[in-house]
Structure formats: C-alpha cells, structure tokens
C-alpha cells in the first residue's frame, strides 16, 4: 500500500490539510486550460498511512487533497463528493471545506 504525504497549517482558527499520493509529489499536470502543480513546499511534510488521512481529516477545517488514495479515502469517509471530483490527466483533486456554525 502507498504512502500519503501530509502536510497541516493553522492560519486564523482554520486548519488546512494538504495532502497526495507520495508518487505525485514534484509532478505537474495539465489538461487543457488546467494545470495541477504538486509542489513539494505545499504538500511535503509528514510521510503517513492512508489510515492516518482519516484522523487528520476530522481535525481539518480544509483539505486539499491530490490522489488516488487521498481522494479515495476522503470520499469513503464522507468528506468529499465523488462527484465533485476534478482530474487532471487521469489524476483526481479534490478540495474540501467544513462550515461550521
């Protein structure tokens, strides 16, 4: 099983999720007028399990998250809506905000 790059900030009371399937991480793709950058001083941080994306995601206030495995996973849990998904040559992104109230 891959491994997730994980990478949290906390900026005014949000905390934003970064993360992507450790294959992708430098890679750039494009389709079209779309272009999806995979940079390393965005998502690189802590290399994790899938199952740890699921901890991580109750915490985060925002995600974004590039990958078969993250988009997955965020979707099994609830977090992301399949049908929300964009891919960029083949490669899903999904970003995901909680509201809270």
Known sequence: MGMIYVRIYR???EV???????ELL???FREGEL?????????KGELVEEAKLGE???EATIANLTGERCVTKAIELGYVNP???LRIE???HAQ???LLF
């Not at 272009?35 to 998502?43: H, P, S």
């Open 96 to 98: 995901m905000a909680k």
């Open 83 to 85: 049908e929300r998904v």
């Open 16 to 22: 934003l999720l970064a993360a992507c399937d450790e």
């Open 11 to 13: 900026v005014q009371g």
């Open 56 to 58: 991580l995601l109750k």
């Open 26 to 28: 430098g890679k750039t």
């Open 90 to 92: 083949g490669v899903p």
């Open 35 to 43: 272009k999806l950058e995979v940079k390393e001083r965005f998502y």
